[in-house]
């Protein structure tokens, strides 16, 4: 089984305080979540992928505060037991910025 690979970039502006991202994945059949070519998390084993999930399962959440700031890609590496391989996901990235006046 190849994975179809899924990826879109996101940028966290200089200043960026206290940074979270939360992301919510529904894959058919599963998926591994990526940041920045580092694992991120992953929805249903690799040896599930042959059992039909097709979007039956509840969404997996994986959620970090380090390790993106600046440009950053986010990827999907969705694997599918039969014919095609879709995902469904959110990503949800919040920050404050420094205001602080700089001299």
Do not use: E, H, W
């Amino acid at each position: 089984m190849q994975p179809a690979k899924y990826s879109i970039g996101f940028n966290l502006p200089a200043g960026a305080l206290s940074p979270s991202l939360s992301v919510d994945v529904n894959a058919d059949n599963c998926a591994d979540v990526f940041l920045n070519g580092s694992p991120f998390g992953s929805q249903a084993p690799v040896a599930s992928c042959i059992y039909p999930v097709f979007f039956t399962l509840p969404p997996s959440t994986f959620s970090t505060s380090t390790g993106f700031m600046g440009a950053n890609v986010l990827r999907f590496d969705v694997t599918d037991g039969g014919v095609v391989a879709g995902v469904d996901f959110k990503a949800t990235l919040t920050y404050t910025l420094d205001t602080t006046p700089r001299r």
